[in-house]
């Protein structure tokens, strides 16, 4: 729990997917209708482009974007009104974002989606595996795989009926 109060705080790692989907429903699930959340959706601008005319128009359509990632969540997670939340926006590296986030305030652990994108992108590094290696609490990684299967399961039932 907090120090401050009897709360937990989980810092919630949301990229759009349908495993982070099911990262934020667990986070409410274990946060309880006291808790709060932290969602972070980071975003990075390459670098390539720093001082072209146009730099500040893609950051601009970058923050743009990641708003609405998080506008789209609001809607399509309508639990997320029965828990206290909050949006953090972060310019950079995403595992580094969830981390802070994590640190600057003082939750009581992290869940996090993984896309599983395969063997060749876990050689140079994921989010989730950077995170887990980072992070000083624990942290729940929730697999694209897992969700696909749970939705599934119900048509498979209802068939068989």
Known sequence: M???TNRRTIVVGYDGSPAALAAVETAID??????HLVI?????????????????AMVEDASQYA???????ERACVRLVTISHERDLAVGSPAAAIVRAFETQGADEIIIGSRGVGRIRALIGSVAHEVIHRA??????IPERMVDRNAAEPAATASAV
């Open 136 to 141: 000083q609490c624990p942290v729940t990684v």
């Open 40 to 56: 972070v959706h980071a975003y990075q601008m390459p670098a390539d482009y720093t001082g072209a005319s146009y730099y500040s």
């Open 30 to 35: 274990r946060a309880g209708p006291d808790g």
């Open 2 to 4: 907090t120090i401050e």
């Open 67 to 73: 708003t609405n990632v998080l506008d789209d969540l």
